[in-house]
């Protein structure tokens, strides 16, 4: 079996943060990921002491706990020369909520700051980083996408993965109407709120119908585990699918949330 190729001057090292929602509900993306980034030109590798970015308790008010997950991610992933996720949510926490949660710790202030400095979403990093411009993929389908809230507002991530999308052999992207309204997920807010997370859902399920798409794709699981949560219980024979697969040709797996046997 061949190894993977060894970092260079010209391969950068990058350090996969592959998230919880990926690592438990749909490892597909992280293989898609890495496939993408090799093709790219990056050395890719998986910490295995990483586990949560901290989001959960950053969002639910327990910073002691979110800072000391934040201090193990540091130092797990602090001597690669990027840190990627192919997850805007999580990419977010690191980039932009690290270094104020640890703006008064001595030890990981700077440190946090620089984690930062080099922490991408998936799209943007092969883009804007790697300068992709074309994948070698096909899909045969009309598409349409869903910016994740955290992708949109907190990395201002929205023209990469479109740019990627156009040299898939096959697919027809179709923008949503009103394309940067919410899912409704917001991690623990569709927990706590239940019945307006649901409203929101209902709204984007609507959009998403309007496209006459056959499949909606997004950067980040979160988001569309609710949303194919919506899709499944409609039972709206639209596909949800995460950007990396497509874009890796690795989209042969059921589609998330799909349902056993006929519909």
């Known amino acids: 079996m061949n190894s993977a190729p060894e970092a260079t001057k010209d391969r950068p090292l990058v350090g996969l943060f592959v998230t919880c929602l990926v690592d438990l509900f749909r490892p597909s993306v992280a293989f898609a990921a890495i496939k993408l980034l090799e093709a790219g030109g990056a050395t890719v590798e998986v910490p295995r002491a990483q586990t949560c970015c901290g989001q959960p308790a950053y969002n639910s008010g327990d910073r002691d706990d979110a800072k000391a997950i934040a201090r193990q991610v540091i130092e797990a992933f602090e001597r690669f020369d990027y840190v990627v996720a192919p997850s805007g949510s999580c990419a977010g926490m690191l980039k932009v909520h690290y270094p104020r949660l640890l703006a008064d710790d001595p030890r990981f202030a700077e440190r946090a700051k620089r984690l930062a400095a080099k922490s991408f979403e998936l799209t943007s990093f092969l883009v804007d980083v790697l300068r992709v411009r074309k994948v070698d993929a096909s899909f045969e389908a009309s598409v349409t996408y869903h910016d994740s809230c955290s992708s949109l507002r907190e990395l201002h991530v929205r023209a990469a993965p479109r740019l990627l999308l156009a040299s898939v052999i096959g697919l027809t992207l179709i923008e949503l109407g009103d394309g940067e309204a919410c899912c409704g997920f917001g991690g623990t807010f569709?927990?706590?709120?239940?019945?307006?997370?649901?409203?929101?859902?209902?709204?984007?399920?609507?959009?998403?119908?309007?496209?006459?798409?056959?499949?909606?794709?997004?950067?980040?699981?979160?988001?569309?585990?609710?949303?194919?949560?919506?899709?499944?219980?409609?039972?709206?024979?639209?596909?949800?699918?995460?950007?990396?697969?497509?874009?890796?040709?690795?989209?042969?797996?059921?589609?998330?949330?799909a349902p056993v046997g006929p519909r």
């Open 190 to 257: 569709s927990v706590k709120y239940p019945d307006i997370s649901t409203a929101i859902l209902d709204a984007k399920l609507d959009t998403i119908l309007a496209t006459g798409a056959r499949t909606v794709l997004s950067g980040d699981l979160g988001c569309l585990m609710q949303i194919a949560g919506g899709l499944a219980r409609e039972q709206i024979n639209v596909e949800a699918r995460h950007v990396a697969e497509v874009l890796a040709d690795m989209a042969f797996s059921p589609a998330i949330a």
